[in-house]
């Protein structure tokens, strides 16, 4: 009897569905009543199953729910929490492809833009995502917003990401839909909001970044002789060096992205990784709970890092910044040109 109630919940569920796929934007205030009254009825005996975290019907329920009224929204999800789990699901999938896109778009040349507007549609397309604060998660959500909010300015921002995507029609639009979609407050302009929250947000991850800068610096001598070693191989590894022969001592240049931070330059996966080793010390020491996101890393933090592991180090602008070779300088928008050591002796024995 109990297998027979669960496939009735999901033949329930089935055409619950298929009426508001059918019916879509022309579904009536009546006919939407009916349908709330029957998701209501269906909660009350629903029993999940663990093959419902993939199941087919769950995920085109789940892309109607903004059909259905809001204030209605949170007794659903507490009485449906595969649906917590779908969300969940395709929050960390956009977080991956979003992450990796900012990883790679210094090697995707002319389809950076292209390649940003296919996973912002996907993201537009799973409308379900829009319920995302009924997701118990509050770190995975508060990164997915933080990509956001954080690609919607910059793709604005001729200092940042516009004219990499300025080709490309299609990407700052869908950009700033999904800006409008995940930071709508009645009453407010969505940019209002959103740039409220991510300059608080940014200024919080800032301080968090400093100390975790503080703890990292002050470590005892071996620890940073490891991270040295780190950051070195991180200089030698990043592909964006130029010869700087008119200054003196024959430095060298590394470009470190202005921001949205890409933990895939090789600096700044370095420097995560010495902080990941060591997490649970660092996060001790520092008085934090977890490591911001990486996205949110800012070029005075690695600056400071690069200080601290290859001495004296120094922001190239004015003239200096000109001595930078074209090919250097126009490996990706918005750099910051940092002069560094050609040699860093080692100051501590193995």
Known sequence: MAGQAEDAGRASLRGITEQLESRGAMVTPAELSGLCQRVLVLARTWSERPEDESSEIVERFALQLHRLPEDLHAEIFAAFPVLQSNVRRHMAAAIRSLSAWLDAVHLLDGSAAEVLAEHLCAIDHRSQLRCYRHCADLDLKTRFLFLIASLAR????????????????????????????FFSVPGRAAGTVLGAWLDGRLEGYAMLWQRLLVVATESPPQEIEHLRTRIVAGVEASGMQAALSALPGGRRCVLLPKWPMSQGHPIAREFLAFLADRSEVMLRA???????????????????????????????????????????SSRGPGSVAVAVPAAVPRTVEP
């Open 154 to 181: 910059s793709v604005q921002d001729p200092d940042l990401l516009r004219d990499l995507v300025a080709s490309h029609r299609t990407a700052p639009i869908l950009a700033q839909r999904l800006a409008s979609s």
């Open 286 to 328: 520092a008085g934090v709970q977890a490591l911001p996101p990486p996205e949110s890393l800012q070029p005075t933090v690695l600056i400071g890092v690069l200080r601290a592991a290859m001495g004296n180090v120094e922001v190239l602008e004015g003239p200096s910044a000109a001595l930078v070779s074209p090919a250097a």
